[in-house]
């Protein structure tokens, strides 16, 4: 059974064969299911390695620990302290580099119908291959001529794709909480336990919700000053409380009875981390006391610490895309969770209400369930048709890395600093 699974794992990395998990104890996968998870993993990989550029920590560490670090950072051609491969401006290039490789396969795979073509199969395998490509491009965006002109208009791409991103995390999350709510109403028809779920799961939302524009309201406001930050407080809380009353209203509920509180409950989260998002990336306001000194106003004290609200933005933010990546490999880029988003949901009826409510308990969108002779443990499940749109998948992850990128260096903040540097 090893040989096997070696030679299996070998076409997979080198050929068009699909991937599977070798272990004994798991279960047999879907090419489609295994195709987006390698790409899921190649662009987890990267972000890993864009938030190692973007700490501190490790460039003093390894500073300290490497031997003879300066001679081989100048032998690269890094700079004296290898400045060139850390910071945001080495986070910028080795995002071009993974978007123009999801760029690249957004447009080979476009009107790809099943998986026999010659580009369907270069989708599904050659995995090796397809790492080394991703390692080149991020590696070649560093050799691009004239890095300043690069840097100050990429950037501008990338706040655009990123809020292009933004509207798709929200596409992602309304679809996502359409499909709890759906699942777990279903389950009240024999047992009312399912509406206490409904009802904490609610709650809890809406908690954090509550408690996190709270909680800015006290850190990122004062009594005298800081209106911006007032003003986006109040809006964004006022419209977290009229999408809740439009949830609920008669006219909303006879055209869309799924609708209720968990989905706008989720989304008033989200309104909350973006509104979070926005403040700690706001320049902070300084103003003169009754001394003549400069104060630091409508920021919040961490004592020395002056980026830990940044750091946690970079931290909720990246786990959220992580988050979203993987529920979009999972269920969100297939043609059947494409009819939620358009409003088509099935019956409350035909719904088995579980727990882990993302899977369907026979697997959904597979055709077929006898294992191919290439491998074994893989179910090549489009030889028919296509579980999901190749394309739009890979356009999906184009925009993602612009968002990484304008994540991890904090949005534009950032970026001004790149062009004081």
Known sequence: MSAQCCAGQLACCCGSAGCSLCCDCCPRIRQSLSTRFMYALYFILVVVLCCIMMSTTVAHKMKEHIPFFEDMCKGIKAGDTCEK??????VYRVCFGMACFFFIFCLLTLKINNSKSCRAH?????????LLLLGAMCSGAFFIPDQDTFLNAWRYVGAVGGFLFIGIQLLLLVEFAHKWNKNWTAGTAS?????????LVTLIMYSIATGGLVLMAVFYTQK????ENKILLGVNGGLCLLISLVAISPWVQNRQPHSGLLQSGVISCYVTYLTFS??????????????GKNVTICVP????DLYRDENLVTILGTSLLIGCILYSCLTSTTRSSSDALQGRYAAPEL????????????????????????GPRVIYDEKKGTVYIYSYFHFVFFLASLYVMMTVTNWFK???????C
């Open 85 to 90: 491969l850390v910071g945001y401006s080495a």
């Open 191 to 199: 047992n009312k336990l399912w509406y206490a779920s409904l009802a």
């Open 122 to 130: 270069i989708h599904n395998g050659f995995w090796f291959f397809k």
């Open 301 to 304: 004290d961490f004592g020395q």
């Open 224 to 227: 005298d000053g800081c209106m």
């Open 351 to 374: 719904e088995i209400a579980r727990c882990c409510f993302c899977f369907s308990p026979g697997g959904e969108d597979t055709e077929e369930q006898q294992p191919g002779k290439e």
């Open 278 to 291: 926005a403040l700690s990336s706001k320049p902070a306001e300084v103003v003169l006391d009754e001394h």
């Open 414 to 420: 950032s970026a001004f600093h790149l062009l004081l």
